[in-house]
């Protein structure tokens, strides 16, 4: 978990050539309207996306660089994940603060890290 509004800030205006590419952001569909809509931005003009290259995710798998990843949804009050980590073997799995959930004993089974 990440504030990502504060560290929209901080990558905005930070004039670091090497954090000026936009940060892959994986998120529930609408992850982008809803935090734009937080610092006011118009849906033609998003500084967020200047920022953040937004991805909406879904169950299932997927890689990202020489990780691959595996998400399931969890119990939460608003659309939320448990991941599962892997690469050369090993695995960790994360998730958020949520209820009992089937989905997440599955990411967690066997892993080395939870």
Known sequence: CIDMCAYFVVRYY???????APLP????????ERLTAGHG???????MAEVF?????????FRIGPFTLHAEQV????EAYGFRVEHEGRSLTYSGDT????????LAA?????
Do not use: C, I, M, W
């Open 75 to 78: 119990r939460h009050p608003v």
């Open 41 to 47: 931005d118009t849906p033609t003009r998003s500084a």
């Open 99 to 106: 209820g009992p959930a089937p989905a997440l004993d599955q």
């Open 14 to 20: 930070n004039a670091d050539p090497l954090t000026t």
């Open 110 to 114: 066997d892993s080395d890290l939870f």
């Open 25 to 32: 952001v994986y998120g529930p569909e609408g992850t982008e």
């Open 53 to 61: 290259d937004f991805h909406t995710l879904k169950p299932g798998s």
